[in-house]
Each structure stands twice: as C-alpha cells, then as structure tokens.
C-alpha cells in the first residue's frame, strides 16, 4: 500500500534514547504503513552501529552525515529526505502515546489538512511520571474542549506560535517543496522548523487564499524530560535567539508579531526571571550585549540593575556555577 505518512528523526549522541523511541514505535499498530526515516547528525557514539539492527525493515531508512550540521540544518535535512504526503518531526527521546499511530493516521486519512498540531505531555525519564501538559517552550497551557480547525493562518500564529514545540508537528511534504529548498532565513535560531511553518502556511494561504491547519486536543505525543542537548545555551536561546526568530517573519504576520513579541519580551526581562538568571550565573554585564540585543531601553536598565546587586554577584561566583559561559 502507499504510505502517507513519515516519522522523521533527527538524532545527534542520544543512542540509548533514540533506540528506544524506535522501538516504541515498532510496536504501534500499523507501524507498517508508515516510514520511519532517521538522519544521524555524525553522532560521536555508537548509534550507527547500533541502527544496523533495523536494516531488516525496509521502512526504516537510515542516513547518516558525513559532515555534522547545526541543530536546524540536520531537521531540514531529514525532511527532505522524506518521500510520503506528509512527516512528522519527532525528537530523538520524544514517544508516540500507546494507539497514538493508529490515530493520527485516522485522521490525516480522513481529511487532509495543510498542517496538524499534536498535543502532547510531559512524562519522566523512566516514562513513569505524567508531569502535565505545561511545556517548557510554552508561554501558557493548550486549553481546548475539542480538536481546533483553523483557516487563518494569523489566528493560529496568535493562538499557538508557543506551542508548537519539535516533536507535535505533521506537516506536509510540500513545505519542502514550498519553502525549505530555498528559505534559509530562519537558520541560526533553534527554532527553524517552527518559522518555516508558519512561512509555509502564509505562502500556501497567499497561493491558494485557503488554509485547513487542525490542532488535536488529545495528548498524543509524549514529552520526555531528559538533558538536553540545547540545556547550555537555553539562555541565549531564550534571550536572543527567539526575538531575532520573531523578527524574522515576513510582512504577513507583521501585527501579530508585534503584539507577541512585546508580551515575550516582559516575560523574559521581568525581575523574577533576571534574578533567577542571575543567581544562577546565566546574565552578566559581560553578554549584556548578546542579550538585550532586542529589549526595550526599560528592559535594558533592568538588566543592568539586577547584574549589579551585591548579594547575586557573590552567588555568581560560588563554585559550581557556570557563570555565564552558555556565551563564549
């Protein structure tokens, strides 16, 4: 049968997870109507040895990098290496929900859709905690009573731009066709693959003056909270990099960027979250250049407040702390 959708994978040193979130998907009912395509992003460890395991099944197909890529690049790679109606991007540790297969293809069998948001969940390392829906990346919780279908893709920017984390998207293959060949103008920002939807959408809504974008309310896709690979330099990510990821969206989105982007900014440069950074020695007047890049000039003076307070400049230099070093 022809298959119509693809679980991309990007790993990069994660073999013992990555193993496992194959497995779990192995044992999904009808794991043989999809593909699973992995793209090692020139792992020092023994994933490609341990991937010869699965040259058995003919719908795993496996890359391997002969020279590594950036974070973005290596998800942008394994998309293009798919061949079937649409993907879904999925973390290296992250699992499908028991069923969850079987549910997702429902629906993308039934309806097509141009783009679809999974929700997902929290869980432990060892799977055996549920530690909620309340994702690190989000600015608030996905709260909806039913599936969502939206034809606007500003309302869904508005809505959901936060909650779109790697590891919930299905999209379809035309993105590649449409805007990862040639759009490399969000690259460097962590979160390519998310801005490259969004480009997808409004260039498939100029196109076609229709959008049909669905957002599933039940949790299909688990989260699991291990170290990350990002883990230091979540505050440049943070700080820097997702405010150049706003500005970096085109015209299309103009109004909704700036009403987020404000909303964004006082989250980050409130006195609660400067001090939390501070006594953890992640913001110093050394990178106040780096990271108030696109704060306010009121944002700009809290900054340089909460870096002078006496008593967080000697917790700074207790040992153990990384003072600051996620900038080099």
């Given at each position: ?85 649409y993907f879904l991007w999925l973390g290296d540790d ?85 805007v990862l060949k040639e759009n490399k103008r969000f ?142």
């Amino acid at each position: 049968m022809n298959k119509i959708l693809t679980i991309a994978i990007p790993t990069k040193n994660r073999e013992k997870y990555l193993i496992e979130t194959i497995n779990s998907i192995i044992r999904q009912k009808l794991f043989f109507n999809i593909e699973v395509v992995v793209c090692n992003n020139k792992s020092d460890d023994t994933t490609h040895i341990s991937m010869q395991k699965y040259s058995e099944y003919e719908n795993i197909p496996y890359y391997q990098n002969e020279q590594a890529l950036s974070i973005d690049d290596n998800m942008i790679k394994v998309a293009s290496l798919v061949n079937t109606k649409y993907f879904l991007w999925l973390g290296d540790d992250d699992f499908i929900v028991k069923d969850g297969l079987s549910k997702i293809l429902n629906y993308i069998e039934k309806e097509e859709y141009d783009f679809v948001l999974l929700s997902a969940t929290r869980v432990s390392e060892d799977l055996s905690v549920n530690l909620g829906c309340n994702l690190e990346t989000s600015l608030k919780n996905i709260k909806i009573d039913n599936n969502t279908i939206y034809k606007s893709p500003k309302d869904f920017f508005l809505n959901h731009c936060f909650h779109m984390p790697f590891g919930t998207l299905i999209v379809k293959k035309e993105l590649y066709d449409l805007v990862l060949k040639e759009n490399k103008r969000f690259r460097g920002t962590s979160h390519a693959y998310s801005g490259l939807v969004f480009d997808y959408l409004s260039k498939k809504y100029s196109m076609t003056k229709s959008v049909k974008i669905l957002l599933i309310r039940e949790e299909l896709i688990m989260l699991r909270q291990v170290e990350k690979t990002w883990k230091n330099t979540a505050t440049k990510i943070m700080m820097q990099e997702i405010p150049e990821w706003f500005l970096l969206f085109d015209n299309f989105y103009e109004n909704e960027v700036k009403k987020i982007l404000t909303y964004y900014l006082n989250l980050q440069f409130n006195f609660k979250s400067l001090i939390s950074r501070r006594i953890n020695g992640l913001i110093s007047l050394r990178n106040y250049t780096y990271f108030t890049k696109y704060a306010s000039f009121k944002q700009k003076i809290k900054y340089i407040l909460v870096c002078f307070l006496p008593v967080l400049i000697i917790k700074e230099n207790i040992p153990g702390k990384n003072n600051g070093k996620e900038i080099s």
